[in-house]
């Protein structure tokens, strides 16, 4: 939104608060930290912007819809202070981390459509007579060792209740599923830790069927953020040749 400027392409604070729907003590906060660069005063000591600080203010709103706000105020600080080649550093981070999101959604996607429908109990927990499989079978039904299920039970991968009799570990339905979606990630490369999240969400959706809702939603933000990224790129672009 344009601003109306005062003679000699002066703004005062509520004229650069208006043009991005903010308050005039929002625009002095983002100039006491460093998004802004430092306002001159009149002979009263009151601010006066220009339009070079309109478009350091849209850059920054812009940064913050595809890098979040820490992310965008460490790298209008680093431009205001000439820090141009660390501006550009936080801002691979960020893509970095886009890209990491895209792979592990990509990876969740695959994994869940590769894992077998589980509505029915397999023949070895249909044995058991109680609802639930050993970690035997369990491992040898997905190609591991026994030992390794029990390495993703202390990541929290898995949680097998134990049985009152033998002392055995049973792995309920649940378990079935959380193993086999560990197990394809696991094929894919993923690490525990990062495996750890996405079971969390799993359980949380109470399954993987409210799951594939949740990652749509995932999909459509993880689109959203790449192209407000290209629109806080082409703003800050904008703000660093006005710069000069």
Not at 121 to 137: N, Q, R
Not at 179 to 188: F, S, V
Not at 213 to 225: G, K, N
Request: hydrophobic share 40%.
């Amino acid at each position: 939104m344009a601003q109306k400027l005062q003679s000699g392409g002066k703004l005062r604070p509520i004229d650069l608060a208006r043009g991005h729907g903010l308050s005039t003590q929002a625009v002095r906060n983002y100039e006491e930290v460093g998004i802004l660069p430092d306002a001159d005063r009149t002979a009263h000591g009151y601010r006066t912007y220009t339009p070079l600080h309109a478009r350091a203010l849209g850059a920054f709103l812009a940064l913050v819809s595809g890098h979040g706000h820490q992310p965008a105020v460490s790298i209008m600080r680093a431009v205001n202070r000439g820090a141009v080649d660390e501006a550009y550093r936080l801002i691979d981070e960020s893509h970095a981390q886009l890209l990491d999101d895209r792979r592990t959604l990509r990876a969740v996607e695959g994994a869940l459509r590769d894992l077998a429908p589980t509505t029915a109990p397999s023949p070895e927990a249909a044995a058991c007579g109680f609802g639930g499989i050993f970690v035997g079978p369990l491992a040898a039904e997905l190609g591991i060792r026994p030992a390794t299920l029990r390495k993703w039970e202390q990541a929290g991968l898995v949680r097998p209740r134990r049985d009152p009799l033998t002392g055995y570990r049973v792995y309920d339905e649940a378990d079935v599923r959380d193993a086999r979606l560990a197990h394809q990630l696991r094929r894919g490369g993923y690490l525990l830790e990062q495996i750890a999240p996405v079971i969390a969400q799993v359980r949380s959706a109470g399954g993987l069927a409210p799951l594939e809702a949740a990652l749509r939603d995932w999909h459509d933000r993880v689109s959203a953020r790449g192209r407000a990224m290209l629109t806080g790129a082409a703003e800050l672009e904008a703000y660093l040749r006005e710069r000069g």
